[in-house]
């Protein structure tokens, strides 16, 4: 009787969360992920209706629906879970195969006398290997800055796939009988496990989503949306990590700023369209520039700035002449001028300007370190632009 107490209690609370999900998918669009996990709630709700149905001699007909709706839940799961990666969906050939499997075992065995212990079994193991590759989906999709909703959730389905493997093996070595309407412990756990899990894991993607709609909204305050590159108030911020450390530690480290030569007249002869393809391509020569340790920025309009960690005064000029010969090779298609008959390219110099932080001295700001570096870009300006000046640091102390 306790377990067709728990069946019932199950199915309205997955009911319940159905169509909770529901209204929160159609009235938020930034919850990807929450009406496949409502479809999947449902099915489990029809799964645990059914299983109090298993009376009669329509018993392991009914157990074979509940069993397939329930391994269905697990399936649509898995659909949710690529929806949150990202992934493009695809048919999930494992759990396609797993519902096929149940129906041919039923099939197969359903004149024989063990049925419902050979069902179990499979379900069991089925539920098992579907919950590894919902785990293994995360895993291996697992999005910078979500590792403690991820690893929750992991553990979740890892502990459940445990649990009906310990369940199948139990049946196997001790057989198996149950009805919804007499006491039974090993089906009255299982129903409160998979009540648990379902409620865990419909936990656990609500705070999926809340760590992924955070990070969209940091991405969204801190790249410049054209270039794909830090914004000047995420660039500083990254600075003033660097001189935090780097006054601590007694290393040195580098800053770039340049400056497209004339950018307002390509814009103006060619159109902003135009512009904004310039500003990409010499995003990508300053990206092809740099380290893979180094930090690059949109300093605002045509400007861009570059950190260089551990890069001495020497070291910073080498990456300036290596990005300045790279802009030099930009060559972008241009639509016809409106002072020419022919099309050609749009070309861009830069001129550029270098600081480098040399000492401890605590009343230096990175601000101070950027006025320097766009001092010195300026003075690049005016000795006739294309080239770089790397001035005296005077506001940098030497210990």
């Known amino acids: 009787m306790e377990t067709h107490i728990i069946l019932v209690v199950a199915s309205i609370l997955l009911s319940g969360g159905c169509i909770g999900l529901a209204v929160v998918r159609l009235t938020n669009p930034f919850f990807k992920g929450a009406g496949w996990l409502g479809a999947s709630f449902a099915t489990g709700a029809a799964g645990a209706?059914?299983?109090?149905?298993?009376?009669g001699s329509a018993g392991n007909l009914a157990v074979l629906v509940a069993y397939i709706l329930t391994l269905l839940a697990f399936v649509l799961l898995y659909v949710c879970f690529v929806v949150l990666s990202g992934s493009a969906l695809h048919v999930p050939r494992l759990g396609t195969a797993l519902v096929l499997l149940q129906v041919l075992a039923y099939l197969v065995f359903r004149n024989f006398h063990g049925l419902e212990q050979i069902t179990v079994i499979v379900f069991s193991i089925s539920v098992a290997l579907q919950a590894c590759e919902n785990a293994l989906l995360l895993k291996r999709t697992n999005p910078k800055g979500m590792d403690p909703p991820v690893?929750?959730?992991?553990?979740?389905?890892?502990?459940?796939?445990?649990?009906?493997?310990?369940?199948?093996?139990?049946?196997?070595?001790?057989?198996?009988?149950?009805?919804?309407?007499?006491?039974?412990?090993?089906?009255?756990?299982?129903?409160?496990?998979?009540?648990?899990?379902?409620?865990?894991?419909?936990f656990s993607v609500f705070w999926m989503e809340g760590h992924q709609m955070r990070l969209e909204l940091e991405q969204l305050a801190n790249i410049d949306p054209l270039t794909g590159i830090h914004n000047r108030r995420s660039f500083i911020a990254l600075c003033e990590q660097e001189l935090l450390k780097t006054s601590r530690s007694g290393e040195v480290f580098s800053l770039i700023m340049?400056?497209?030569?004339?950018?307002?007249?390509?814009?103006?002869?060619?159109?902003?369209?135009?512009?904004?393809?310039?500003?990409?391509?010499?995003?990508?020569?300053?990206?092809?520039?740099v380290r893979n340790i180094d930090i690059v920025g949109r300093w605002g309009g045509e400007e861009f700035v570059a950190l260089l960690p551990k890069a001495d005064a020497e070291a910073a000029m080498i990456v300036a002449h290596r990005l300045r010969h790279h802009i030099d090779t930009i060559a972008v298609p241009s639509p016809r001028a409106h002072d020419s008959a022919?099309?050609?390219?749009?070309?861009?110099?830069?001129?550029?300007?270098?600081?480098?932080?040399?000492?401890?001295?605590?009343?230096?700001?990175?601000?101070?370190?950027?006025?320097?570096?766009?001092?010195?870009?300026y003075q690049a300006k005016a000795e006739g632009r294309d080239c770089i000046v790397s001035l005296e640091p005077q506001l940098i102390l030497v210990h």
């Open 342 to 377: 022919v099309r050609q390219n749009v070309t861009v110099t830069v001129s550029i300007g270098v600081a480098t932080y040399l000492g401890h001295d605590p009343n230096i700001t990175i601000h101070d370190l950027l006025h320097e570096c766009d001092s010195a870009m």
């Open 151 to 202: 690893w929750f959730t992991i553990t979740l389905l890892l502990s459940l796939a445990a649990f009906n493997v310990a369940r199948s093996l139990i049946v196997l070595l001790h057989g198996f009988h149950a009805s919804p309407w007499s006491p039974n412990p090993l089906e009255a756990t299982t129903a409160v496990v998979f009540l648990g899990a379902a409620i865990g894991v419909g």
């Open 49 to 55: 209706a059914v299983f109090t149905l298993r009376l």
């Open 258 to 289: 340049f400056d497209l030569d004339h950018f307002k007249q390509i814009n103006d002869r060619y159109g902003h369209r135009i512009g904004d393809s310039v500003l990409c391509a010499v995003v990508e020569k300053l990206r092809n520039s």
